[in-house]
């Protein structure tokens, strides 16, 4: 068998447009699916009970589907309920929804174990509830669950390829186009491959990183 | 004659607070007034209500029956009220309960800048006065977790004063404490005392009681049981149950 790459460096344009979106779209969903989470981990300890059934329904429905089930669901279904939607957005969309799924879970569970000292001693202080939670509560809960976060959000960015059968405009769509423009379909997936690989282990090592400014009081001895 | 605050003799004002747990009383028909610049020693064996009955003052903990008043306000459980009351009563625990992901600095200034309105600038002064009575300030731009046991507590009694409270709560501060830290956060705590403070201790540092106390309050069962001026309650204790107390406790 013999490999011929120049195909593929032709489309190499292509490629790095694909690599661009899926890494922007995959990480601004993340950003805001964080936020959510945020906001619908401490939702389901706190808010009224008809939310937290709502909060929870939405929890388990994310969880307990295909995500390109949910990428259909939100492409095709939201026009026919008159809402229109171009495949990009959809794909944000449907990623920003699963993510922040799994990320309330993990959210939560980190709030869950913040010890009760903490909340007295806010509240002890004249901080409002949601102060203690912002300015107290927020930030150990996250670098408690940080190393889980950047696990989930990898598995999200590889599985973000999916997004591709909507046609939205990312590193697999690039590769598919290319494959049927040149039938070299092997050589095509060997180098998305790769990106893909490179990507997740760099965005994976940036994030994890990055921890270390973020939640600063955990370096050297705890 | 109305009310106007700060001007109240009495600082805090317990008639006839009864609390439960499910169905079990923790604090039973508890009558106290501490005057202005009073400061009380409250003692008695575990579980006998002595810190329920703190954190009840300053609304850490809702009481179900009697009136609870901080500087002629009631603690009602208006949400308002609560903070109103939390502003002006500073409290430090038994785990000191830092937090952990700010400076010691941040620790110190971030209710003042939150709750009074402080820009930073002014925060980290008054914090770092603070800091400095507390003979840490060369700390503050550590992390909790960085300090020992006692360093912590300090700060912890410097977060509190930050706030310029009137009143302070102390909740068995030295119980978590090494021996060799309790001195450290005692002598704090006399200078404290030394300068007018309105203080009520849980603790069970009976020299710290008789060097400061005005008055020593013993609990037992959710009930106060006996309170004296500290010579006459360790010398002569009246009741039976304080005297198998102290019996315990003084070796």
Redesign the interface.
């Known amino acids: 068998m013999e490999l011929n790459f120049d195909d593929v460096t032709r489309y190499g344009a292509l490629l790095i447009e694909g690599s661009i979106f899926t890494v922007v779209v995959c990480v601004a969903a993340g950003l805001v699916g964080l936020c959510l989470a945020i906001l619908f981990a401490e939702g389901q300890r706190r808010a009224a009970r008809a939310l937290r059934i709502l909060i929870r329904a939405y929890v388990e429905f994310i969880r307990n589907t295909p995500f390109i089930v949910q990428l259909f669901f939100i492409f095709f279904g939201l026009p026919s309920a008159g809402v229109k939607i171009d495949a990009n957005t959809a794909a944000f969309l449907a990623l920003t929804l699963n993510v922040s799924a799994y990320f309330t879970e993990i959210v939560r569970g980190a709030l869950e174990t913040t010890?009760k000292?903490?909340y007295?001693?806010?509240?002890?202080?004249?901080?409002?509830p949601r102060?203690v939670f912002f300015?107290?509560v927020l930030?150990?809960a996250l670098?408690k669950v940080w190393p889980a976060l950047v696990s989930q959000f990898t598995l999200v960015f590889l599985g973000s390829a999916a997004m591709s059968q909507i046609s939205a405009e990312d590193l697999t769509f690039a590769g598919q186009f290319i494959q049927s423009r040149t039938f070299r379909a092997f050589e095509v997936y060997i180098v998305v491959t790769l990106i893909y690989a490179g990507l997740a282990l760099a965005i994976r090592s940036l994030l994890l990183l990055s921890g270390g400014r973020l939640?600063?009081?955990l370096r050297?001895?705890? | 004659m109305p009310h106007v605050p700060g001007t109240q003799e009495t600082a805090v004002k317990l008639v006839g607070v009864n609390k439960w747990y499910g169905k079990f009383q923790v604090l039973r028909n508890l009558n106290l007034s501490v005057a202005r610049g009073e400061r009380i020693v409250v003692c008695g064996p575990s579980g006998s209500g002595k810190s329920t009955m703190i954190r009840c003052i300053n609304g850490l903990e809702e009481h179900q029956e009697g009136r609870i008043l901080v500087d002629g306000t009631e603690l009602t459980d208006d949400g308002k009220i609560g903070d109103a009351i939390r502003r002006e009563v500073g409290m430090v625990f038994q785990h000191f309960n830092l937090f952990p992901h700010l400076t010691i600095l941040e620790n110190c200034t971030l209710a003042p800048m939150k709750v009074r309105g402080l820009s930073k600038a002014e925060a980290e002064e008054v914090a770092m006065h603070y800091l400095t009575r507390v003979r840490i300030p060369d700390q503050a731009g550590k992390y909790p977790g960085a300090l020992s046991g006692g360093q912590q507590q300090r700060v912890a009694i410097a977060r509190a004063l930050c706030m310029k409270p009137k009143i302070m709560l102390f909740d068995e501060p030295t119980s978590a404490l090494d021996p060799e830290m309790v001195k450290e956060v005692l002598d704090t705590m006399v200078g404290l005392a030394g300068d007018g403070m309105t203080m009520l201790c849980v603790t069970h540092e009976m020299g710290f009681a008789r060097q400061v106390a005005d008055r020593v309050i013993f609990m037992d069962k959710g009930e106060i049981v006996e309170e004296a001026p500290p010579a006459e309650f360790f010398d002569n204790p009246k009741n039976e149950r304080s005297r198998q107390f102290l019996a315990q406790i003084l070796h």
């Open positions: 010890p000292g903490q007295e001693a806010g509240a002890a202080l004249g901080l409002r102060q300015h107290v930030r150990p670098a939640f600063p009081w050297g001895a705890r």
